[in-house]
C-alpha cells in the first residue's frame, strides 16, 4: 500500500465551557484541568502517530495554544467561535494547504493509542478512492474520526447523532476493532471506561490526584 502524508485536525473548546457534561466528573480536581488533560493526551498521541505528518488544533483558549505548542503543532486562532464544525472547517482548509489526505479528530480520546490510530488511517487510504471515511465512537452514534483525500472537503456534520449525519453526507463508515480510538469521554462513566483502557499520562495524573 502507498503511504499517505496526513494532517490530523484538532479542534479544542474553550477549556471554561467544553466537555460540560463531565463537569464533577473528578470533583477534586478543577473542570478546566480536566478539559486540558484530554486535549493534551489526544494531540500527544496524535504527534506519536507514524502516518501523521502535522497536526493543527484550532482553539480560541490561551491555555490550550501554549500547551500544544509545546508539543510541536500549527495552532489556528478560532476566529469565528461558531462551533466545532465551524473550527473543523476552518483546520480543514488550512492543512488543505498541505495537498495531503486531511483527518479531523475530536480532542476527548484520552486513552487514545498511535497504533491503533496509525491502523485507522492506513485502512482508510486503502479504501476507496476519492471517498470521506468516518469511524463512530464506542456507542455507535456519534464520530470520533472523519478523514477526506486531498482535494475532497472534510464536510463535518460533528454533534448529536453525527455517525448517522456523516453517513448520510456520503462518508462511508469504517469499521475496525480500535476501542481507545473510539472512547471518547462525555461523561463520568466514559471516563471510567477510558481509564479501564490505560489513560494518557495527562489524564492519568489526574486521576491519580483525585485517587490520592
Same mark, same amino acid.
Request: proline letters at 8%.
Given at each position: 500500500? $502507498?503511504?499517505?502524508? !496526513?494532517?490530523?485536525? #484538532?479542534?479544542?473548546? @474553550?477549556?471554561?465551557?467544553?466537555?460540560? $457534561?463531565?463537569?464533577?466528573?473528578?470533583?477534586?480536581?478543577?473542570?478546566?484541568? =480536566?478539559?486540558?488533560?484530554?486535549?493534551?493526551?489526544?494531540?500527544?498521541?496524535? /504527534?506519536?502517530?507514524?502516518?501523521?505528518?502535522?497536526?493543527?488544533?484550532?482553539? /480560541?483558549?490561551? @491555555?490550550?495554544?501554549?500547551?500544544?505548542?509545546?508539543? @510541536?503543532? $500549527?495552532?489556528?486562532?478560532?476566529?469565528?467561535?461558531? *462551533?466545532?464544525?465551524? &473550527?473543523?472547517?476552518?483546520?480543514?482548509?488550512?492543512?488543505?494547504?498541505?495537498?495531503? !489526505?486531511?483527518?479531523?479528530?475530536? %480532542?476527548?480520546?484520552?486513552?487514545? +493509542?498511535?497504533?491503533?490510530?496509525? &491502523?485507522?488511517?492506513?485502512?482508510?487510504?486503502?479504501?476507496?478512492?476519492? #471517498? +470521506? +471515511?468516518?469511524? %463512530?465512537?464506542?456507542?455507535?452514534?456519534?464520530?470520533?474520526?472523519?478523514?477526506?483525500?486531498?482535494?475532497?472537503?472534510?464536510?463535518?456534520?460533528? *454533534? #448529536?447523532?453525527?455517525?448517522?449525519?456523516?453517513?448520510?453526507? *456520503? %462518508?462511508?463508515?469504517?469499521?475496525?476493532? !480500535?476501542?481507545? =480510538?473510539? /472512547?471518547?469521554?462525555?461523561?463520568?462513566?466514559?471516563?471510567?471506561?477510558?481509564?479501564?483502557? *490505560?489513560?494518557?499520562?495527562?489524564?492519568?495524573?489526574?486521576?491519580? &490526584? @483525585? &485517587?490520592?
Amino acid at each position: 500500500m $502507498r503511504q499517505r502524508t !496526513w494532517t490530523v485536525v #484538532v479542534p479544542v473548546k @474553550r477549556l471554561g465551557v467544553a466537555k460540560s $457534561r463531565l463537569r464533577g466528573a473528578l470533583p477534586a480536581v478543577p473542570h478546566e484541568e =480536566l478539559a486540558l488533560a484530554l486535549a493534551a493526551d489526544t494531540v500527544a498521541a496524535v /504527534r506519536a502517530c507514524p502516518a501523521v505528518a502535522g497536526v493543527v488544533v484550532v482553539t /480560541r483558549d490561551a @491555555r490550550v495554544a501554549a500547551a500544544v505548542r509545546a508539543a @510541536r503543532v $500549527r495552532v489556528v486562532p478560532d476566529a469565528p467561535d461558531a *462551533g466545532l464544525n465551524a &473550527a473543523f472547517r476552518l483546520g480543514a482548509a488550512v492543512a488543505a494547504g498541505g495537498g495531503g !489526505w486531511v483527518a479531523g479528530l475530536t %480532542a476527548d480520546l484520552p486513552a487514545l +493509542r498511535p497504533a491503533e490510530l496509525t &491502523a485507522a488511517l492506513h485502512a482508510i487510504a486503502a479504501g476507496p478512492p476519492g #471517498v +470521506r +471515511r468516518f469511524v %463512530a465512537d464506542a456507542p455507535g452514534s456519534g464520530t470520533v474520526l472523519l478523514a477526506a483525500p486531498a482535494g475532497v472537503p472534510l464536510d463535518p456534520r460533528f *454533534g #448529536v447523532g453525527s455517525a448517522v449525519a456523516h453517513e448520510a453526507g *456520503g %462518508a462511508l463508515p469504517l469499521a475496525g476493532d !480500535w476501542p481507545t =480510538l473510539r /472512547r471518547d469521554v462525555d461523561t463520568a462513566a466514559d471516563l471510567a471506561a477510558a481509564a479501564r483502557l *490505560g489513560l494518557g499520562p495527562h489524564t492519568a495524573a489526574l486521576t491519580a &490526584a @483525585r &485517587a490520592g
